[in-house]
C-alpha cells in the first residue's frame, strides 16, 4: 500500500491548499423597480421637455413668421396708421419684445409644472440605487 501525501481535493476547489467553500454565494435581492437606464421616466422625460421646447419655440417663432409673412403678403396693412402716425408694422415689430418674453415665461411654466417633477422623481431615483449599491 503506498502512502498519498497529498489526499484528495473536493472537486470545486482549484488547489489542496484553499479552504473548503463554507456555503455558496447568495444571490442578490433584485430592486423592486426597473434600472434606471431602462426606466420609462426617462421616456416621459424626454417627451415632456421635447413639448416644452416646442411650445416656447412655437410661440416666439410663430409672431416672427406671422410678422415677417404679413410684411411681405400685406405690406398695406403693414404702413397703414394705427395711432398718432405709428404705422402698423412698427406697432407689431415692437410687441416682438413682449412676445419674447411671454415665451421664456411659458418655457419656465412648462419646466416648473411638467419638466421638473419629472426629473426629480428620476434624481431621487438614482441617488435611492447608487445607495443600495454601495450597501451591497
Known sequence: MSYDPYPPSPPHLTYPWQPPASEPPRPRPQPHHAPLGHHSDLRILRSAYRWQRRTATLTALG?????????????????????????AGLLL????????????????HTARRHVDPIADRIRRQAELDARRGAVR
Open 63 to 87: 409672431y416672427f413668421t406671422l410678422f415677417l409673412v404679413l410684411s411681405a403678403i400685406a405690406p398695406d396693412f403693414m404702413t397703414s396708421t394705427v395711432t398718432d402716425g405709428i404705422p
Open 93 to 108: 415689430a415692437l410687441i416682438q419684445l413682449p412676445v419674447t418674453w411671454l415665451a421664456i415665461a411659458l418655457y419656465e
